[in-house]
């Protein structure tokens, strides 16, 4: 047999395997970035959804700083030692949203800073009261809006008479919302956000690794998470899920695991657990949820498990 021969086709064969591992890089920063780029550093994505489009096993998808106002659904399978990883590059800090910016302000009348934008988003439609649970003890805390200024949150109210300083009121029939920041700004000079997507990232693939991102605000319902891990073999790992309308994330599918992770400041509980099967919970902190204090006859507080065998939670801290 001829030796050289042979050792041509290895490095063949080990080039190929290599060629199955690629680093694939989001920078919404980079004014060259779109979501019809190849992916490289040199042409990177704009968002993180489009990298998730093209994930194989093996893939790790680096994201570049910046705030990802987006609602990330990862469908792509990978496998128990061929996994896809979503992380920051090095150094880099990564949020992911279901806020956006306002900027489309009407001052109202008076002297007071009162304002008012356009404002179509319904997250709960299926009754008259547009909360969940529809009853009168969540007549407020069941509603699923969210308005931030500056970064602090706003309080609802329910009638446009009631608006005062640090309140925001949802005009569903005129499709507007109304805002009095507490310190009675001119919001035309302020940041405000305000949550129009109700899930911020769902992996629905097995053996998806997802690691360093802060997942803040979403309009979302009683009872559903806005970080939702579904598959075998998920992991969520040294990630923020904070401020959440409802509840922070969902570990959903047998063997997933959450590491060093804080679930904090949600509206109704830091994470669920359902179906959870052998699934682990390691050094993670879960402090001051069910801001808006639910009925814990609905579930509210830190967590709930739910059918689930084999669970294991160790050196974790509930506040």
Partial sequence: MNLAALGGVTCLLLTAEVGHTTQLTVDQRNPTASDTNSGTAEAPFKTIG?????????????????????????ETNGTADKLVRFQPDVAANVVVTGADVLIDWTKEAGDDNVFSTPWSHVFIGWNQTRAHPADDFHKVIGRAEQVFVQGYPLRQVLRREHLSRGSFFVDQGNRRLYLWSADNADLTKQRVEASTRTAVWEVKGEYIHTRGIRFRYAANQAQSPAVLLRAKGDVLEDCVC????????????????????????????????????????????VRNNNTKGWNRGWEAGGNKLVLCRGLVIERSQFL
């Fill in 50 to 74: 489009a990298a998730a489009k093209v994930a194989q096993p093996g893939d790790t998808v680096v994201i570049r700083s910046g705030v990802y106002r987006e609602s990330v659904v990862i």
């Fill in 242 to 285: 904070e401020q959440m309308n409802s509840i922070g994330a969902l570990l959903g599918a047998e063997g997933v695991v959450a590491r060093r992770c804080v679930f904090q400041d949600n509206g109704q509980m830091g994470f669920s657990a359902n179906g959870a099967h052998d699934a682990l919970i390691t050094d993670c902190v």
